[in-house]
Every structure is written in C-alpha cells, then in structure tokens.
C-alpha cells in the first residue's frame, strides 16, 4: 500500500511539474502570432493580381517606400528618392537582403518592376518607362512624363521585392526581404510564416505567425473570444461593442482610414432634379450612426481634414426634395408613396455584402420610404460582374480605398475618368477630364488639392456621385500583442518585425 | 375510457386549432403589430424588452414583436404556397405515371430518383444561387426538390389501386381514363398524400427560412423568420432576444404543422384499421 502512496504522490508531483513547465514555456510569450485575414488569394507571389495585399501583410514581401501613419509615403528599402522633372533617383539602402542572404540590387528592382507590369494589368505603365541602373544601389527611372505620385505607386504591396534569380517556387515560397519567411501556404487559404534569420533589418521579435483565412466576421469574433486568434484588423462595429465591454482582454485601436463608402447615382434612368432629390434625402450621419462607429461620414471621396477634402455638399432637406419631386410632377398616392402618371417611383439600389454596405442598403431603404419613394434592394455576390457592369441600378453603393497615400489622384482617376469603369452611370464631363489630366501631372501639392477639390465639387453639383463615409480603421488586439500596424491606415500591413505577444 | 379512436381525433381537433390561430395571427398581422416592423431609429437599437418594444429592438432599432408577426405572413404562406404547388404537381404525374406507366413512367421517375439523390438542401442553394436571392426564387427553388417526394407517393399508391377488381369494373363499364382516374383512382390516393403534404410544410418552412438566413431568400427588409435570424446573429452576444424571438417562432410553427400532420395521419391509420 505504502508504495503505491508513495507512487501516487510520484505521479502527482510529475504532473504538478509538467504544468509548471507549460506555464513556463506560455510565459515565454511562445512567441507566436495567430492571425485572421478577412481575404485569401490564389498565391504568395506579390506581383500577381491582389496577392501582395496578403503577401505585405504576412511580413513576407516589402516594397520601396512604405505608407506611414500620417499616409505618407516614405523610403523604405530606399536610402532616398530624389526628383529632377521626370528623372526619380531611387538610391538603396545598406545591407538590404533578401532572406537568402542575396543583396537586394538596382538592377534586381528594375527586374521587379518590368516583372510586376508584365503579370499584373494595373501597372502596366511601369514597363513604359526608362530604366538606368547606374551602380549597384542605384536605380534612375524616367518616367517620360511627370509623375508626382510614384513614391505612393512604388508603396503598392504588390511591387513588393523578390530575389528573381533565386526564387523557384512563387506560388507557394518567394524569396524577399522581409522579416517573415513562409513555412507552409495554401492558395486562397491559411498561412504560416517563420522569423526571417537573416533580416536586414534587425532582430525580428516573433518566432513565427500563423494567419487563418475566415472571411465571417461572427467566425472572427468567436475565434478571437475563444483565444485561437491573438490579432485582426476591420473588425465589424457588432464585434467592436462586443470587445469594447471587455478591455481587460481586448485592446481596440481605432485610426481613421481612407477606405470609402460611396455611391453612384445613375444618369442615364435618374434626371437631374430626381437625383437632387435622392442626395437630399440621404442623411449620412444617420446612417453613420448605424454602423456603431466605425466610419466617420465625409463630404468628398477624402478626409474633411485633408487640403484635397474641401468641398460643399448639399444638407438633408427631406422637405426640399419633396418640394423637388412634385415640381416634378410627383404626387403621393394612396400608399404615400410618390407616382406620375400612374407609376409609383420606385428606385433600384444595388449593394454587395461587405463593408456594411447591407447596413447602409437597409438604412437607406427606410430614409427613401419615410420620404415616400419606394425601393428595390438588390444584393450581389460580386459588383464589378454585375451592376457595375451593366447599369443596371438606380443607385449603386460601393467602396472603395480612394486615398492611397496622401494623394487624391488615385481615387479621382479611379471613379471619374470617362475610361473609368463608374461611366456606367452616366457621369461624363469634360471639365473633369480636363482637371484630371492637369492634377496628373501637377507637382504642388497645394495646387493639387485646389484641382482635387474643384472636380469633386463639380462631380458633387451634377449629383452623380455621393459620398457616405470614410472606414476607420479598427484592430483588436488581445492583451499583450502590439504592433501589427494598427496605427497606419491601410489594411494592406500588418506583421512587422517589431510585432510582440508577451 | 376513451378510444383510441377519439383520442387521435382530439389531437388532430387540438393541433387543427393551433396551426388555424397561427393562419389567422399570419393573416392579421399588419392589424395587431404594435410598430411599423420597417420603421429604423438607431437611437433604439438593440434594445431589451420594454413596453414600446414586448419582445426588444434589433440592431436598426426596429421593434422584434411586429417583424416576427409580419414574418409570419411571409413563411407560412410561401410554405403553403410551395407545399401547394409541388403537391399539385406531383400529385398529376404521379398519377399518370402510376397509371400509364411506359416510357414516361421510366424518364419521370429516373428524373425523380436523380432529384432525391442529392440532399434537398444542397440542390435548393445551387438553384436559388443562380436564379438569385428573393423570396420566388428561393420558392421555386424549394419546389423543385420537393415535387418528386409526392410523385413517387401519388405513382405508388396508383399502381396499388389500379389493380382493383373495382377500377377493372370502371373499365368495362366504358369509362375513359380521366375518369377512371378522376372519379375512382383520386379519392383512394389524395387523403395519403395530403397527410404527407401536410408534414411536409414544416420542412419547406425550414427550408426557406434556412435559404434567406443564407441571404438567398427574401431580401432585406422584408420581415422573414431565417433573415432575421440572420441579420441579428453578429449580436447574438449583445441583443440574444433578437435571434431567440425568430427562432422561436420557426420552432413553435414547425412543431405545430408536424404535430398536425403526424396526428392526421394518426387519425387516418387508426379510422382505417377499425374501418378495416
């Protein structure tokens, strides 16, 4: 019996030490990072399609210059960038490497950039350009015309850098220089990555991270509440009230970002008085408040607080559109809707189900009810293939990055160039191309943000477009984890070498 | 002592009156909601039960009691409309297979056995995924796995009765086919299939209420059982009764219209024993 006492106690005092060890190991922070990333694309090649989104956000690829919390685009790989008319003297830094060990070169960026315009369509211009290694840090690009927003266009993930030479596998293992590495990779699924040895910048902090593909944003915040994951970012304003009641465990960051709410309203079926109508009844700051926080509304495609963000829109006056509609010849019937010539006005507002753009559908359905139009919500998997291809809407609601680094060129190209794919609806005018083409090419920045506001102003007085509001940027992080780039304003970073967990 | 008989014929009276109150709570509805179920106020949102708001506010503020009683509307009747339908027209083809028998026979029921090999659910979002998401979709959607069900039900029965010394009478007597089937094979086959149509409308129920909590079902704002269920899970933590009250009804209604049909058929089995 004693022995057995004496066995019994033996086998205690053994598992008593083996938790105390995995006590000890878990408080050596494991120093592992668990990520959910709300997309997943087919590769880990940056160059391709979308790819370096998550690639840049894995710590696995870097570019040039990097966006900083301000939205500027500042060297990163670069020792400096010096600007001569359409001459850009791009000079590397010391020591960059690439997790092999190889340098990073002039003429290996030069292969990278004709490499990223041969494979993906949006840079396509780069292979336009003229190219002069000088030595072997340095790069001389002219960009034939004047391009004042390169250093935000060399910030894109996906002009990320890879040792060309030595990379075999693209899909699943390419060679860059950032501070993670990959470990195992599944196309369009979840990623595991590893401490790059041989970082040229400095110790990097983390053993390692896995990143765990979930695009359901319940699947994130029960996976967050249940500890498989330590980090993410565009947290919905559900999750938000949830981990806001618990901030002895969650850490919230809230930042403003650029990532715009808008709409388009369609020319071709709306007139003009009819769309003035649409933009008075539209009330923003309801429908910001229904979204918990988590955008800010805005006036233009840009922060009100940016030089390029000035513009005058018209305030909600319900009692002014329907002064409008039945000026027009619009009567309410029976219903209390408004009708003409028999017809009841009916409105078709087409959305997609992310970025609370359900919300906003939903919201907007009773704001036109209350004002007597009725309406039709169509809901689609993917906008581009479907009512942004084909018209066919009354209203379209959209989001979109407008401001990618501090520039308002991006955004306006994207949405009011007549070669835009928003000339679905109608809007076309050649004032607009005009200031365009001059905003292209303008090198003062104050002279930018008065072109910049003038066409958004002149977009905003067609009623062609609306702008509802500007996502912030929100991460929750669990207790203890720090720096997954929570204080810059793109989604598009996130594992760097300084991310901790204690 | 009650006979079983009585019995079975009390629980088809009780269940009878339960599933005709919801009928009629569905029918009246717009009559008896305390609120517009449409009405938004994001002061309101997500809020408990109050005496504004008997059964709380969801997250557009909008009051949980008077959705739930104008969705009723919308998945009893799309199930009745469904169940309807496909009863129809399964109950036709089951006939004239069952009657007729031949090559139709073999192309429908191969048709029909290919449709019951994929799980109902599975064959209902690939159609209602590509015809996109609305309520008549998801309806047309439900129905064309639901028809082979009653098909092959109806074709059976007929073979059965087909063989009849009577319907063989029918024939002799000069009867054409319409009605040999009409007057003499429908009245034998219609009271099985109708109890199984009537324990098939909390199934269809299920089903489209699980279709728009997919989001292919009816579109927002429409009040639906499954829409909101699914516009109110993101807060479950939050504002549970906005996912409870919804589901609740769906339980509630399902029960009622199985527990209808089981003791129908209860009713039939034990008439046609004693009768027997």
């Known amino acids: 019996m004693k022995i057995k006492k004496v066995l019994a106690l033996l086998l205690i005092a053994c598992m008593l030490f083996a938790l105390c060890s995995c006590g000890k190991k878990e408080e050596k922070a494991d120093a592992h990072l668990n990520v959910a990333v709300s997309f997943a694309y087919q590769a880990l090649d940056p160059h391709l399609d979308y790819c370096g989104w998550n690639t840049s956000m894995y710590g696995i690829c870097e570019s040039l210059f990097k966006i900083d919390a301000s939205s500027t685009a500042k060297p990163f790989l670069l020792e400096k960038a010096e600007n001569d008319g359409t001459k850009w003297t791009l000079t590397l830094k010391d020591g960059v490497k690439f997790s092999n060990g190889n340098k990073l070169t002039a003429d290996m960026v030069r292969r990278n950039l004709l490499r990223a315009a041969e494979v993906n369509n949006r840079f396509e211009y780069l292979a336009g350009f003229n190219y002069e290694v000088v030595d072997e840090k340095t790069l001389v690009v002219d960009t034939r015309e004047l391009l004042p927003t390169l250093p935000s266009d060399l910030a894109s993930p996906e002009l990320g850098m890879i040792d060309l030479d030595s990379t075999t596998d693209f899909v699943n293992n390419p060679i860059c220089t950032g501070p993670f590495v990959p470990v195992a990779f599944t196309p369009t699924g979840d990623c595991e990555v590893k401490r790059n040895e041989n970082y040229w910048g400095g110790k990097v902090t983390l053993e390692g991270a896995k990143f765990f593909y979930l695009a359901d944003d319940e699947s994130k915040l029960y996976a967050m509440q249940n500890g498989e994951i330590d980090v993410y970012n565009s947290v919905s304003a559900a ?264 | 002592m009650i006979s079983e008989r009585e019995k079975t014929k009390r629980k088809v009276i009780v269940f009878a009156v339960l599933a005709a109150i919801l009928i009629v709570i569905s029918l009246i509805a717009p009559l008896i909601i305390p609120n517009d179920p449409f009405e938004t106020n994001a002061a309101l949102m997500n809020k408990g039960p109050s005496e504004q708001f008997p059964l709380g506010t969801d997250r557009y503020g909008r009051c949980i009691l008077s959705r739930v009683l104008m969705g009723a509307k919308t998945s009893i009747f799309s199930s009745f409309t469904v169940v309807a339908v496909t009863f129809v027209i399964g109950l036709i083809l089951g006939l004239l297979c069952g009657y007729y028998g031949g090559v139709l026979d073999g192309i429908l029921m191969r048709f029909a056995d290919l449709m019951l ?70 009245p034998n086959v219609f009271g099985p299939l109708l109890i199984n149509a009537t324990t098939q409308i909390g199934t269809m129920m299920i089903g489209i209420a699980g279709l728009s909590f997919l989001g292919i079902g009816v579109i927002p704002p429409t009040p639906e059982w499954g829409s909101m269920i699914n516009e109110a899970r993101a807060y479950l933590s939050l504002s549970p009764w906005a996912v409870f009250v919804p589901g609740a009804a769906i339980v509630i209604t399902v029960m009622v219209f199985n527990y209808f049909g089981d003791s129908l058929r209860d009713y039939i089995d034990v008439n046609g024993d004693s009768n027997g």
């Open chain 2, 117 to 186: 090999s994929f799980p109902q659910m599975v064959i209902a979002i690939a159609v209602a995924g590509i015809m996109g998401g609305n309520l008549v979709n998801a309806m047309i959607a439900m129905g064309i796995t639901a028809w082979p069900a009653h098909a092959r039900l109806a074709r059976s029965t007929v073979m059965k009765v087909k063989e009849e010394p009577y319907i063989a009478a029918a024939k002799l007597a000069g009867c054409t086919d319409f009605c040999i089937m009409y007057k003499y094979i429908l």
């Open chain 1, 239 to 502: 999750a938000r009230e949830v981990y806001s009641q618990d901030p002895d465990t969650y850490k919230l960051v809230t930042i403003p970002a650029t990532r715009l709410q808008f709409y388009c309203l369609n020319e071709n079926r709306l007139d003009d008085s009819l769309r003035r109508a649409i933009t008075l009844i539209i009330d923003k700051d309801n429908l910001a408040e229904f979204q918990n926080g988590t955008v800010s509304t805005t006036d233009g495609p840009f922060s009100r607080n940016a030089a390029y963000g000035k513009v005058n829109v018209p305030k909600t006056d319900v009692a002014a559109a329907k002064e409008l509609l039945e000026k027009d010849g619009y009567k309410l019937n029976g219903d209390g809707y408004y009708e003409k010539d028999g017809k009841v006005l009916e409105l078709k507002i087409c959305y997609y189900q992310a970025r609370q753009l359900p919300t906003i559908a939903t919201a907007l359905d009773d704001q036109f009810r209350k004002a007597g139009i009725k309406t039709v919500l169509q809901s689609e998997e993917d906008p581009d293939a479907t009512y942004v291809k084909t018209g066919d809407f009354d209203i379209a609601l959209y989001c979109m990055i407008a401001d990618k680094a501090g520039d308002p060129y991006f955004g306006l190209d994207a949405m009011f160039r007549q070669s835009s794919k928003w000339a679905i609806g109608g809007f076309k005018s050649d004032e607009v191309e005009t200031l365009l083409d001059e905003l292209k090419v303008e090198t003062d920045t104050a002279k930018r943000a008065e072109l910049a506001n003038k066409i958004v102003q002149l977009v905003v007085d067609e009623d062609a477009f609306g702008f509802l509001g500007l996502f912030t940027k929100t991460t929750v992080l669990r207790k203890g984890v720090s720096g997954y780039a929570e204080n810059i304003p793109f989604d598009f970073y996130g594992l760097e070498a300084t991310s901790t967990k204690e």
